[in-house]
């Protein structure tokens, strides 16, 4: 059984997508960035960057204790390697698809991710049109990265359908929310419209950790107190000897 510290964000649907492709048991853990719990001394252990997604895997190959992974990019290549499965053996092929999975991860999630973040920053930050402008054209070239790449392949990493695939896509399911217009990256478009289709896809896309929190409903401290657990997060101290 695999546990999933989880939610509901592009990172957190990568791992959900390839359990459900995958067939394996797993039980969702939430952990509610929103209110902080991310920072939880539990969380911390299995996750030093307090950031989700996490998971435990209390059947290893090779038995022992349970094994903890985190960052989204090794997570999916442990799963793989785990399985057999959604990566090539051979070495040709299998750096072909961990190359990309380092592609998303270190650019793909955190340019749409800054995107986002900049697209919502208030007045009350100062001027943010340079940042927006430079968020929003790094989103647009990135589409046009893997518009490029599958003009001539059905699959980011060539024939066969792999992490490589579902760790990109569910930082495009909000291609409207990001400025894109998907007439204008048509081989992106063919990929994004067979991988929407498919079942296990729609599955962990719709994971969920719980109701919907309306943020209405918080009282002003909350809100105050989040907003200084989130934003412009420094250092945390060591743990006392």
Do not use: C
Not at 149 to 171: C, E, F, S
Not at 195 to 207: N, T, Y
């Amino acid at each position: 059984m695999i546990d999933l510290h989880y939610w509901p964000t592009p990172n957190g649907k990568k791992v959900s997508i390839l359990l459900e492709e995958l067939g394996l048991p797993y039980t969702v853990a939430p952990v509610h960035i929103g209110r902080g719990d991310q920072f939880s001394d539990d969380f911390l252990k299995i996750s030093p960057n307090n950031r989700m997604p996490a998971i435990v895997d209390h059947a290893p190959e090779g038995g022992g204790a349970p094994i903890s992974v985190f960052e989204s990019g090794a997570i999916m290549l442990y799963l793989a390697e785990k399985t057999g499965r959604f990566l090539p053996a051979d070495v040709r092929g299998r750096y072909e698809v961990i190359q990309w999975v380092i592609w998303q991860m270190a650019n793909q999630g955190p340019k749409f991710g800054e995107r986002g973040h900049f697209s919502r920053v208030g007045p009350e930050a100062g001027d943010q049109s340079y940042a927006q402008r430079r968020f929003n054209d790094e989103t647009h070239r990135l589409y046009g990265v893997l518009n490029n790449r599958l003009y001539d392949r059905p699959y980011i990493a060539g024939d066969d359908y792999t992490i490589a695939d579902m760790i990109a896509y569910p930082w495009t399911v909000g291609w409207q929310a990001q400025g894109i217009d998907l007439e204008e990256f048509k081989y992106f478009k063919r990929w994004f419209d067979e991988l929407s289709a498919r079942p296990a896809v729609q599955r962990g896309l719709a994971v969920s950790a719980g109701p919907a929190e309306d943020p209405a409903s918080l009282s002003p401290e909350e809100q105050a107190r989040r907003r200084r657990l989130l934003y412009n997060q420094r250092a945390r101290p060591a743990p006392a000897s």
